[in-house]
């Protein structure tokens, strides 16, 4: 999930009346947000593809992947060729094995979190 900016702008005036004591408590509640999200790295690639950027968004990732088509007269299946896109894959595990999906050169809307 991701916050609208004109949302953070709107709570910070409450966070400048916090004490010090609430805002360390907020500074590690952030800290620990970041690093699950840092150590939450995708641990999926199918072969032939580069992983360039990832989110995870609850049980779903979207990943910006650069790939090879699998015809083996294109300059992407010689060594070090140029791979296609990037492109967007989202993959989910669906109980039984991870599902994925194209998505596109662009993520949809409310998804592209800078």
């Known amino acids: 999930m991701s916050l609208p900016s004109s949302l953070l702008t709107a709570i910070e ?4 009346e916090l004490s010090i004591t609430e805002l ?20 999926y690639c199918k072969p032939g593809r580069q992983i360039l950027d990832h989110r995870r968004i609850g049980r779903t990732t979207y ?19 140029d791979l296609h896109g ?3 894959y989202l993959y989910e595990w669906n109980g039984e094995k991870i599902i994925s999906q194209y998505i596109g050169k662009k993520l949809p809307s409310g998804l592209d979190v800078d």
């Open 24 to 43: 360390k408590r907020l500074q590690k509640i952030i800290a620990q947000l970041i690093k699950s999200q840092e150590d939450n790295t995708p641990d």
């Open 63 to 81: 990943q910006l992947e650069k790939i090879k088509c699998g015809k083996p007269t294109c300059r992407c299946a010689q060594k070090n060729g």
């Open 86 to 88: 990037p492109y967007w």
């Open 13 to 16: 005036p409450q966070l400048q």
